[in-house]
């Protein structure tokens, strides 16, 4: 079982692809929108590269919650143990 | 009421000799070609296995996370529109960007995005990027420049096959001169070398097979000429009002004196065999900048190397011109970049532009043996033009029976 900062770590490398930010940036406390600038197609894009990434259903309804790094990380924790 | 002048203040280009304006035109002045042999594993099964693709992948020039949102077509026009831009100086002139206006255009559009998307769709809906529309649609190239420069006038698309790229420089003339812009970023792209545009226009019969020889590939006027080259690149134009250049002093490199659009009304593909829709453009760009034939030096003409197409345009340019037709030195971009569909006339009016400030025709390479049907003073080799004001067309036919031909003179 991936640990949390394995995750956050894999996320990160995820947003840095996608949309640009800095990997070290991309921490727990940050939001997406308001923190990073991740726009909400580039979100759209992460949800579904971390789906393929941790092997997890991110429904379409679930993305409006992940607002910051860590509800992510968490919701991912969740589901793979779930 | 008299006519605005225009000018053009800016140059832009990435083509298959070079990734900018300064080095395509010393590829095209040394009779260079960008024509070779494709190796991809796509490519295995075609008929036609070559094409000129670009000299600079765009995403060696884009940053990274920009270039992943823009289809290819987009990537070019956007690094021949930043090129255009920073040469016309006009970033520190104050422009009122609600003055500036965008014409860009593309003969297909964003294909790469569009079959990689279907590819994706197959194994996977929901790997589809979210970005597929705005990357795919024909006017995301236009709207990816005005939001580079942050034009807000109007943004236009012109979609005419292969004379997409005329269009949209017809199209920002019309703007300045109605008062509705001071400055358009006119001109066009394409990046659409791929199995599926090269199969088709490969079954239409449209394409050379000299696979084994593919620098020769591409023969305007040659006898043994066999159909065109798919190229791909872009070519960015600064059209801006006289007033407004002169007032800031800019560098004009030449007019913008006319456009003239007409349709064949003959056919979908084949081009009407006795060039009269090519011959009512040419006309009406001379009548609209105020020139007569006799103002006529060089002709960058459609030549794509097609058996009918190059004479159709030859009888064109005889009629349009009639005897003055002799003082005008024909040349064939085409020769050595192949066809880039919606960017030929854009980048070839970069390249009219260069002659008449250079005052120099670049030659046309491949002709071994002129085709005794071809009535026009074609140069093998570079040829000074003359001193003193001159004139230069530029024509672009497409698909359709669009014909767009763009008059230039000196300044």
């Known amino acids: 079982m991936a640990s949390t900062e394995e995750i956050r770590s894999n996320l990160a490398e995820i947003v840095n692809e996608i949309a640009g930010i800095p990997v070290e940036d991309v921490q727990l406390d940050k939001s997406f929108t308001d923190d990073l600038d991740v726009d909400s197609l580039s979100m759209v894009e992460v949800v579904v590269a971390a789906e393929e990434k941790f092997d997890v259903k991110i429904p379409d309804d679930e993305v409006k919650n992940l607002k910051t790094v860590g509800d992510a990380v968490a919701f991912i924790e969740r589901a793979q143990n779930g | ?411």
């Open chain 2, 1 to 411: 009421m008299s006519k605005t002048r225009v000018v053009i203040t800016g140059l832009g280009a990435t083509t298959p000799l070079g990734g900018d304006v300064t080095s395509t035109w010393e590829g095209l002045l040394a009779g260079r070609s960008g024509a070779r042999r494709l190796t991809d594993e796509w490519v295995q099964n075609l008929a036609v296995q070559i094409a000129a693709p670009v000299a600079v992948e765009p995403t060696e020039v884009i940053e990274r996370v920009k270039a992943r949102r823009l289809d290819r077509t987009a990537q070019l026009a956007v690094v021949a529109a930043r090129e255009a831009w920073a040469d016309s100086g006009l970033e520190d002139s104050g422009l009122d960007k609600e003055r500036l206006g965008v014409a860009v255009a593309s003969g297909i559009g964003g294909l790469h995005t569009t079959l990689s998307n279907y590819d994706a769709l197959q194994q996977n809906p929901r790997r589809v990027s979210p970005l597929a529309i705005p990357m795919l649609m024909p006017n995301s190239s236009a709207a990816y420049v005005s939001l580079e420069l942050g034009a807000k006038a109007g943004v236009h698309t012109p979609v005419s096959a292969c004379a997409s790229g005329n269009e949209a420089i017809w199209l920002g003339l019309d703007q300045i001169r109605l008062g509705r812009a001071d400055v358009v970023v006119a001109g066009g792209a394409e990046g659409a070398i791929m199995a599926l545009p090269l199969a088709a226009f490969g079954m239409m019969q449209a394409l050379s097979k000299r696979n084994d020889d593919p620098e020769k590939a591409s023969r305007p006027w040659d006898v043994d000429r066999d159909g065109f080259l798919l190229g791909e690149g872009a070519g960015i134009l600064i059209l801006e009002s006289y007033e407004h250049a002169k007032a800031r002093g800019a560098k004009i490199y030449a007019e913008l004196a006319g456009a003239g659009i007409s349709a064949d009304g003959h056919d979908i593909a084949q081009p009407d065999p006795t060039g009269s829709g090519a011959r009512r453009a040419m006309e009406r760009a001379l009548s609209e900048g105020d020139l007569t034939p006799a103002d006529i030096f060089h002709i960058n003409a459609h030549a794509t190397s097609t058996p009918q197409g190059d004479i159709a345009e030859s009888l064109a340019i005889r009629q349009a011109l009639g005897k003055e037709a002799d003082h005008a030195v024909a040349t064939a971009p085409k020769s050595m970049i192949g066809h880039l569909l919606g960017g030929a006339g854009a980048v070839e009016s970069v390249a009219t532009v260069l002659a008449l400030k250079n005052r120099v025709s670049p030659p046309t390479i491949n002709v071994d043996k002129l085709d005794d049907a071809i009535e026009l003073d074609v140069a093998t080799e570079q040829r000074k033009l003359p001193d003193g004001d001159i004139a230069a067309l530029n024509n672009s036919f497409g698909f359709g029976g669009h014909n767009a031909a763009i008059a230039f003179k000196t300044l």
